[in-house]
């Protein structure tokens, strides 16, 4: 599948975010696709890409005002973080994320990194648990399938340790994902580009 996300995606955001701190300023409506997917918003800061939010939806909903909706929730309600302040905008960079191609992995390893995102589901004790990580997020922490496992365990809130017990218990889904970036420069270089937007 072609990637479907694209740099306008990415000035929505920019454009969403701004718009919430400067409510005079409306964003310009999108011209991109309204085609239903699922997406996650990220946003980083500075050289070193601190992640600063990244919530998403499973659900395939309408994109203009999904992505209007998860622009803001990622940058001012993801709990892992305090909300992104208008002095942090020149510093930082939004992805998107469309997921598409789901699809059941037979066991705890069957996925490729660098190609899939990972939906973890496991039953343990009575208790439930559920993570994801996107393509990227292995091959950026230059984990292995094990460390990954571990690491979205973790993340799911299992106390617990990756061996044959729990690698039997889980359950993977695995998609793919077409992403666009932009940093906050990009941003403005493309709105002159695109005055339109």
């Not at 306008?8 to 920019?14: D, L, V």
């Not at 190609?115 to 973890?120: A, S, T, V």
């Given at each position: 599948?072609?990637?479907?996300?694209?740099?306008?995606?990415?000035?929505?955001?920019?454009?969403?975010l701004l718009a919430h701190f400067n409510p005079s300023a409306a964003p310009p409506t999108p011209t991109f696709t309204n085609d239903a997917f699922p997406i996650f918003v990220t946003w980083t800061k500075g050289p070193s890409s601190q992640l600063r939010g990244c919530i998403g939806n499973f659900e395939p909903r309408p994109l203009h005002r999904q992505l209007a909706e998860y622009a803001l929730v990622s940058s001012l309600r993801d709990t892992r973080f305090r909300p992104i302040s208008p002095s942090e905008v020149p510093q930082l960079q939004v992805g998107v994320s469309l997921l598409h191609t789901f699809e059941p992995g037979h066991k705890w390893d069957d996925w490729e990194i660098g190609?899939?995102?990972?939906?973890?589901?496991m039953e343990m004790d009575g208790e439930q648990y559920r993570a994801t990580y996107l393509p990227e997020v292995a091959s950026e922490q230059e984990w292995d399938i094990p460390e990954a496992i571990t690491s979205l365990l973790r993340k799911a809130g299992y106390p617990g340790v990756?061996?044959?017990?729990?690698?039997?218990?889980i359950q993977i889904e695995r998609y793919q994902s077409g992403k666009a970036h932009m940093s906050h420069a990009e941003y403005l270089a493309w709105k002159q580009q695109h005055p339109a937007h």
């Open positions: 599948m072609a990637n479907p996300a694209t740099p306008e995606m990415c000035a929505f955001c920019f454009d969403t190609k899939h995102g990972i939906l973890l589901t990756l061996n044959e017990r729990t690698k039997a218990a």
